[in-house]
């Protein structure tokens, strides 16, 4: 078994680790065929299963786009409006697990054995993390959340006819108190974008990584179950878990593709007039998905690595710019005073029943929590590709701190600035524009706007291609068996089809379609998550005896 994952780029345990006696071997279930020139090394049936269900689904949006926006519109509130509870309380529950395994011995054990170092110093490290905590997510919501939030807290409460909250206020607003919305609305943000995602990540990577570099088993969300299934994971429980990690992935990538695609048409048009809609959107969904086909056939090195590093310099320089030109010691004082709301407000934000908020719980944390969910078959991938030889407390420690700190400084430059124009020279048309303009409507009132807006829809377009390159060698690697050395032919199989998705669901009702399969996709995939959770403390146990 070692050899053989050695051979598939996953490097066998070091010093004492406790690997699973299994007769299984990475790709026994995989067809390899060729299509014309093109070689294929897919799993049987996890592949066949996703790409003729997707095809099925695209096929459907693009041929009734009436009804299905019809259906899509009415599905997103029904599940958040009837299963935010459930989405609240599981998020609450990977937090305590994540914080749990800090202070307990399992904290001990090490990734890839116990001799096993890391691969990367703590600053390559770091900046891989960082990479991972940005995205398409923190361009559109870094201005818009902390002045929605602010807004509709200044707004107060306000009430129907049958006495429920009509706001979209977190918790009881703070009507009318500008120094208390302000707090309230950053705390509301830094909720979203702090411990509670980044413990979905985490929970993922330590499980990809504790059983694939630990215990030997393929590098697929199906591995870490083989503590409750046994050798059933490689039968049909097993195929239907990667099955949903598959549709999670690619729909929470779709819906991430669409509000890069809305952010960058709406700047666009900030900048050079071009037409607003759905054909401006499809064109540059297309654009930029021909793009990310050239990066995945340069593969990991020559691909998303160059374009995450392009990224990382251009997000540092826009953030950094910010910081000078905008209210600079209101921004430090804020990012502190911040923090200090969120730890005051973290209790009632994350309670998930008896809720009065119904607008923000629902529209907002529900919808969150399911978008993180679908992400983290992705990004838990990618994160524990790069933390073998840390032990998983250090791991803990650092995918929760260091990625929810670089959020919340981005959420705090940027929506604090925002916040700040309104507050202090009455700036109106920030808090007048649509979700997707008030990035470029902040950056109009700093110097050289038309410079920055348009480092603002490159780096859009940016993290659209290394979002789409990277969701497409994630979802390839599951779809091949846990192969990571599977044929490119595959992988522009699944960019091409993540960029039509992204098309039909916009054309098949635009953004609340794509919202509404990410809580469809993320709902089942939480069950998954949290029996991951119940697979991970048995195998850090068998750890410790071993």
Known sequence: ??????????????????????????????????????????????????????????????????????????????????????????????????????????GKVRLGGADATPDYSYIGWFAMLFAAGMGIGLMFYGVSEPMSHYSTSMGGI???????????????????????????????????WGLHPWAIYAVVALALALFSYNKGLPLTIRSAFYPILGERVWGWPGHTIDVLAVFATLFGLATSLGFGATQANAGLNELFDIPVGSTTEVVLITGITAIALISVIRGLDGGVKVLSEINMGLAALLLLFVLIAGPTI?????????????????????????????????????????????WSPFVGMFIARVSRGRTVREFIICVLLIPSMVCVLWMSVFGGTAIQQVIQDGVTTVTEAPLELKLFKMLAELPLASITSFLGIILVVVFFVTSSDSGSLVIDTITAGGKVDAPVPQRVFWCVFEGAVAIALLIGGGLASLQAMVISTGLPFTVVLLLMCWAIWRGLIAETRA
């Open 158 to 192: 306000a009430t129907g006819e049958d006495g429920a909250r009509t706001d979209w206020a977190p918790l009881g607003a703070a009507a009318g108190d500008q120094a208390a919305s302000v707090r309230l609305g950053m705390a509301a943000t830094i909720f979203h």
């Open 330 to 374: 209101a921004i430090l004082t804020g990012f502190v005073d911040s923090l200090a709301a969120y730890i005051q407000y973290l209790p009632a934000l994350s309670n998930p029943i008896g809720r009065e908020d119904t607008n923000f719980s629902q529209g907002w944390t529900a919808f969150y929590w399911a978008w993180w969910i679908s």
């Open 1 to 106: 078994m070692a050899d053989e994952t050695t051979n598939q780029g996953i490097p066998e345990p070091e010093g004492t680790a406790e690997i699973i006696d299994t007769d299984y071997t990475i790709g026994q279930d995989n067809i390899e065929t060729t299509v014309g020139p093109f070689g294929l090394d897919v799993h049987n049936p996890v592949f066949l299963i996703s790409g003729l269900s997707i095809v099925a689904f695209v096929f459907y949006a693009l041929a009734l786009p009436e009804q299905s926006a019809d259906i899509f519109g009415s599905l997103r509130p029904y599940l958040t409006s009837t299963f935010d509870w459930f989405f609240l309380g599981a998020a609450n529950i990977f937090v305590l697990f994540c914080l749990l395994l800090i202070v307990l011995p399992l």
